[in-house]
């Protein structure tokens, strides 16, 4: 049974930073891809960020250039460290796990930034 638990959401505001981490627990292929996904009310889950376990990333074009996406594979761990963050950051944040055929999500995480 694979496990992720997400932790540092919270309210901030415009223009603060905020740091996300995801720990992975349990039985998977140590080629995996982890990332971020939001949900933001009446809106779809949307792709924020991902890293493979060879360190390759993709971004959304609406966070390039203030968000940060790492891991420590020693750690089973994906971070994302969001700077500049605006109103429109506003949304519960997933934590994502993929490795081979299965994906899995954490339980997420709230961010909120209030102007």
């Known amino acids: 049974q694979v496990q992720l638990v997400e932790s540092g959401g919270g309210l901030v505001q415009a223009g603060g930073s905020l740091r996300l981490s995801c720990a992975a627990s349990g039985t998977f292929f140590r080629f995996n891809t982890m990332g971020w996904y939001r949900q933001a009310p009446g809106k779809e889950r949307d792709l924020v960020a991902v890293?493979?376990?060879?360190?390759?990333?993709n971004y959304a074009d609406s966070v390039k250039g203030r968000f940060t996406i790492s891991r420590d594979n020693a750690k089973n761990t994906v971070y994302l460290q969001m700077n500049s963050l605006q109103p429109e950051d506003t949304a519960v944040y997933y934590c994502?796990?993929?490795?081979?055929?299965?994906?899995?999500w954490g339980q997420g995480t709230q961010v909120t930034v209030s102007s």
């Open positions: 994502y796990l993929k490795a081979l055929g299965p994906q899995y």
């Open positions: 890293i493979t376990s060879a360190n390759g990333s």
